[in-house]
């Protein structure tokens, strides 16, 4: 009997489905088997992507033509990284565990500067800009727009600046020991409670759609396997 | 060593931070020497990615070595690590085999059918939420999250009026948005301050005090 391809990735993905769904009655083996399976398999999937697209194309495949061409003067930008790889690797062994920290106080101080510029430009002023930009030409506008832009925008406005309060958490000590927050603060921090829990209930309803989206594909990716097992499409 | 790793951290995080600031004309040399740091940084992340999965990879072997409770899941875990591995750097990841059996056989179905499980804790916990704390933040939470539903489904009779044509578009767009960007700017603050810290050589996650 010749087994396609297709037919084995079904007959797959309905037993790692089924086994993984098996966890509504309660945790149970199958769940384990298919949830461990699920961490070996794709740790060594992302192993070989790694190896395959990002040290063979960056590290040892420039490196074999440097070999190859005998021309080691455009070595000395690959010597850093087979540098830092060679004290990496030091993290296998216990007893020379510490030189890695080389290694990874480089990968923290670039991704600390990266990190900077992303919350700069992706994050705090994009969203700071919208917040401002939404009363732009307002003034031109017919009264009723402008009524409609000024009220969302408030309530935008009001939203932004009461959820910041809301995790400020400076406070003065009072005679006795205890701590606490200015009045105003106090009263915009109240007032942000409401606006971030209606965020993160906007969010719970994003994932929650995302979820029972992904939930009802997989039933119909069970039944439609089996139908077309059965010969009935 | 501690002032060495200090030393390297600000060093390269200041270049990567100028290869962004200054500019093009008057620094050329600059961004290439970010773009080349950069580089550097993803080789050496892809290192560290390697050391994880050899950490997992001995972490879960000791455990079958010491026949660990549950050490029978652990030898399946490796099985399914050394079988990937193996496969993969042999027909590459990209293999029409490694596609189909180990990317839609494996991967694909089981992190749909977490996400699919995700609907039933989510509402598990929606219905604890209301029961445990039915504080302003809950009931803000729980009512928004109610509306933006009775917006969005489709009812056997029609779509309820207002719902999806006002209220959810105001609810999700106006009301909530000012709530995430709040928390938008806040994780945005946090994060430059995290970076900042650690170039100034306040925080030391590589090690060291």
Known sequence: MIFSLDLVTGALSLLFTVMILSYLIGDNPLFKVAVYLFVGVASGYAATIVIWQVLMPKLFLPTWNIIQTGDYSRMILLAAPWLGFAFILMKISPRLAGTARITMAYLVGVGAAVTIVGALTGTIIPQIEATVNFFDGAISKPADQMLEIALSGGVILLGTVTSLAYFHFGARQKPDGSAKRAGVINLLAWVGRVFIGSALGAVFAGVYAAALTALIERIASIVGFLMSIFGRS | ?209
């Open chain 2, 1 to 209: 060593m501690r002032v060495i790793t200090a030393v390297i951290a600000i060093a390269f995080g200041v270049l990567v931070l100028l290869g962004y600031f200054l500019p093009q004309e008057l620094f050329p040399n600059a961004a290439g020497l970010q773009a080349v740091l950069l580089d550097w940084a993803v080789i050496l992340a892809a290192a560290a990615a390697l050391i994880g999965v050899f950490n997992l990879f001995s972490v879960h072997t000791e455990k079958i070595r010491r026949r660990k409770k549950d050490g029978i899941y652990s030898a399946l875990l490796v099985m399914g690590l050394i079988a990937a591995f193996t496969l993969g750097l042999f027909l590459k990841p990209q293999h029409i085999l490694m596609q189909s059996i180990l990317l839609e056989g494996i991967i694909i179905p089981v992190e749909a059918s977490l996400m699919g499980l995700l609907a039933v804790s989510l509402l598990y916990a929606a219905v604890r939420l209301l029961r445990r704390r039915a504080d302003l933040m809950g009931v803000a939470f729980i009512a928004t999250a109610a509306l933006i539903f009775l917006g969005s489904i489709t009812l056997p009779f029609g779509d309820l009026p207002l719902f999806g044509t006002l209220i959810r578009p105001w609810v999700s767009q106006v009301w909530a948005l000012g709530g995430a960007r709040g928390i938008l700017i806040g994780v945005g603050l946090g994060a430059l301050l995290t970076g900042l810290r650690v170039l100034f050589g306040m925080d030391r996650p590589y090690g060291g005090k």
